[in-house]
Each structure stands twice: as C-alpha cells, then as structure tokens.
C-alpha cells in the first residue's frame, strides 16, 4: 500500500530495534532516524514516545519529541540467546530509563539527540510518555519503580527542569504474597525531592526497581504468584502510565496493580481522588492527606479485583475509559463531563463475549477525532494475530471487528484530518511488524505499511497545540 495518507508525520519507537524512525504518510518514505546506542547506550529497548507540537506549525521543517527506553534485564524477557548481560552490557550504561529528547531539522534532514532528560533531572523512568494538552510540559512514569514526573517543555539545547515526582507504594492488608492485592489494602502517594547533596533527583537507571522486570501486557498476576523478582513486589502498586484531561488540570495516573487511577490536579500538584475500574467496590474514592513531611496522601482499598492497564480521556470531554485486565477483561467507561473530578462516576463497562478468559484482552486504546468512536486493540498471545475492536461511544457497544490485524497490535493513532486510523503492531518480538491503516469514520481497511521495528508505541507529530488532544496526550 503506498496510499498518500496525508502531510503527517508518523514516528514509532522500533523497542528491541533500539532507536526510532519517522515516516512521512505522504508517500511512505522514512524522512529521518535515530539508534540510540550511537550515542553509547548499550541497551536502549525504545520503548514509548511522544511528540511536542511544531513551534512552527509545521512539522516537515522540524519537531521534537520525547522518547522513554528501557534497559537493565528488560532485554531478557524475550527469549534470546543473548551474551549482552556477560557481556557486561547492562551495567553501568546499558540500565536504561533514559528519557531522551530528539529534535528532527527539516533542513539537515536529521535527528539529533538533544538531551537525556533522566540525566539532567536525575528521574530515570522508561515507560509512558505524555504531552500535557497545552504543549509546554510531558509526564513520564514507570511501573517498576512506581514513579511518575511532570517535566517542563525545553526547546533545542535548553534543559529540561523536573516540576514535581511523585512514587505510589502499597501496604497489604494480608502477609501472604498471593493475597497481597486481592485483600485490599493501603495505596500510599508520597512527594519526592531532589537530592541535597547531587541537586538532581537520585533515580537514574535502575535506582528504585522494585521488580527486576517489566510487567508484560496481562502479567500483573505473575507478580502475586512470585514469579517476577526485584526488591520491593509487596509494595508494588504498578505507576505506568498518566493520561491528561484535555479540558483542564487534570492527570489520570494509572496504578496497574490497584485497579484505577488517581486524579491529580497539575495547578496545585495535589491528588483529589482515586477512580476505581473495576465491577467491585465505590467508583470514586476519597484520597487523604496523612502528612507533611513529606507530602504524603493514602487511598485506602478494601479490595481489588483486578489489574488495569491503558486508559484514556475523549477528545470531547464526556469520558475517561480504563483496560480492565485479567480477573476481569472489560474497559470501564467514566462519565466525566463534572468540572469536579469527586463527582466523575463509573457509567459502565464494555465487554465482549468474544473476552473470554485472560485473552483476547482490551490493550491500547483512541478515540476519533469527533469523540464518536473508541478504537481498542484487542491483544492475543503471541504469535497469534491481534484485533481491533470499534466502539460507539453513545451506546458503549462494539460496531466493528477487525480481526488478524497482526501479532502484538499496540497504540493505535488517527491522522489529524479524522481520516485514518493507524494501527501499530508487533510489539516487543521479531515478528511481522507494520502499520494496518483504516477508514476513521467508514471503517473501511486501506491496508498495510511496512513499518520496520517491535513497536510499543506511535505518534502522528502535531502541528499545532490544538491537535494534543488526539495526540499521545490524552491515550496510551
Ligand atoms: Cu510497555
Ligand atoms: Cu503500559
């Protein structure tokens, strides 16, 4: 398929690749590239990205985007062969959790690394990347250390500054592993500072793992059976991802292991409330304030059913959906239209007969521009072929099934016009890898681009601050 798509430009982490690449939809050329191990990163699992609207409205003369990597035993999960940890590949600068910020120049054609942002702050985080809707910051967080960052927006060779870091812990109602987050328990916010004595914050690289790996899509479980390591699983709360509310303040940040979310407000770097995802217990959960020294809040929860995973908020402001994994294998969909986020409720949830089990599981999700439709990719176990499913958002009900879209399908994007959706898929394997493209509104298929790498993630860079909201902004 070489359909011309539009003037966008498509840029995808290529993860176990270990840089990223932009494609220009108009034409399906690579415009520019970038391995980040030229930069003497020894493991640099790119992982999740995102872009920064282009201060000239115009992409195709430059942009620059924010891109998480893993590292450290992360490339071990995979099955290969690999010497790079005799090697002594994963020690001192193979650790991963860079935040690296690249700009491309439409006038050298290039990419080039501007800054690593885990080093000029001192937060190394390697998962989701957000631009906050007004394009002048991003958050950033991880799962495995439980942290999540607001950073400033810098431009060229500026420097980033960390606005505010929070970590979640969980204190368990039970002492058995197995019960440590059905039980119910305690969910603990803690503010973080810099370090005195580096004036940078102390959480390069590995520094601050809980568990020694990421948990892999549908894997929370594995946690509670023992069977992913690290220092600290009991305490584990799984701080993946922050979704922003294109309306206002408001972050979600997601707590995979505590089935919801804490709404913070980013005016006041307060937390306001805890969502709850799952089909057991209050949707909407008081969060209080137990100390000063440091800033620390606790939410309680008498039980959780289940992990959560992606969510996000729709472009017109009515929703807030959030993956329910495992246990239960639904999306949770809030009314959200309250200016006050303790009024959001949980309206219901959508599910398939087809969700049966742990898998075909709800995974990475977008809406369309208009808000009118939900895209969902639906994730089945390796090497079997993923699906797309297509929700209307009035009825909460699935219209539309593609199914064998391709192995591992992951964020899916639509084109700024409302005119394509774009699904990435292969995700973290040496799989069939490429871009399925439909019809936004028609759900129609177009076809395949090749799109070379085991993607995690993909962002069609905007061109004004406005297109955030349907950017990798709002949705992981
Ligand atoms: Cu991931
Ligand atoms: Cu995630």
Redesign the pocket.
């Known amino acids: 398929m070489c359909a011309n798509l539009g003037k966008y430009i498509y840029l995808t982490p290529q993860k176990l690749g270990g840089g990223t690449h932009a494609v220009d939809l108009n034409g399906h050329r690579t415009l520019a590239w970038i391995a980040y191990w030229n930069y003497g990163d020894t493991c640099p699992i790119s992982h999740h990205l995102a872009a920064f609207p282009a201060d000239s409205g115009d992409p195709y003369k430059g942009f620059e985007f924010v891109n998480s990597t893993q590292g450290g035993d992360n490339i071990l999960m995979y099955g290969i062969p690999t010497k790079i940890k005799e090697r002594g590949l994963l020690d001192k600068y193979g650790q991963g959790n860079h935040i690296y910020r690249v700009g491309y120049s439409g006038e050298t054609g290039q990419m080039e690394l501007l800054e690593d942002i885990a080093e000029t702050t001192g937060i190394g985080l390697g ?2 990347t957000t631009i906050f809707p007004d394009g002048e910051g991003f958050a950033c967080a991880d ?1 495995q250390k439980d942290i999540a960052a607001f950073f400033s927006r810098a431009r060229g060779h500026e420097k980033t500054k960390a606005l505010m870091a929070f970590r979640a812990d969980w204190i368990a109602n039970s002492q058995w592993l197995g019960e440590t987050w059905t039980k119910g328990g305690t969910i603990r916010l803690t503010r973080l500072s810099p370090s005195l004595e580096l004036g940078k914050y102390d959480y390069e690289g590995t520094k601050g793992n809980k568990l020694n790996y990421e948990m892999a899509p549908m894997a929370e479980l594995l946690v509670e059976r023992g069977q992913i390591p690290g220092d600290s699983p009991r305490t584990l709360t799984g701080l ?2 922050v979704t922003h509310d294109p309306r206002g303040p408001w972050s979600a940040m997601c707590l995979r292991m505590c089935g919801g979310v804490i709404i913070l407000d980013r005016s006041n770097w307060q937390p306001v409330c805890f969502l709850n995802a799952t089909d057991r217990g209050e949707d909407n959960i008081p969060v209080k304030k137990v100390s000063s020294m440091p800033d620390t809040w606790e939410v309680k929860l008498p039980a959780v059913k289940n992990p959560v ?2 969510a996000g908020f729709n472009p017109s402001g009515r929703d807030f959906v959030i993956c329910n994994n495992l246990r239960d294998n639904s999306v949770a969909h809030f009314d959200v239209a309250n200016a006050d986020p303790r009024q959001w409720k949980r309206r219901g949830f959508i599910r398939s007969a087809d969700w049966k089990g742990e898998f075909p599981a709800p995974f990475h999700l977008c809406f369309s521009v208009d808000g009118s439709k939900l895209f969902l990719s639906v994730l089945r176990p390796k090497p079997a072929m993923s699906d797309v499913a297509v929700i209307d958002t009035r009825t909460w009900k699935i219209i539309k099934t593609f199914r064998n879209v391709g192995p591992d399908c992951e964020t899916a994007h639509v084109t700024y016009d409302g005119k394509y959706v774009l699904q990435i898929f292969s995700g973290f394997q040496r799989l069939p890898a490429g871009v399925f493209v439909f019809t936004q509104d028609t759900l129609e298929p177009v076809g395949y681009a090749p799109n070379f790498g085991g993607h995690h993630d993909c962002v069609v860079v905007p061109s004004k601050v406005e297109e955030l909201k349907y950017s990798r902004c709002c949705t ?1």
Request: aromatic share 0%; no cysteine; charged share 25%.
């Open positions: 998962v989701h799962g993946d991802n995973h992606e992981v």
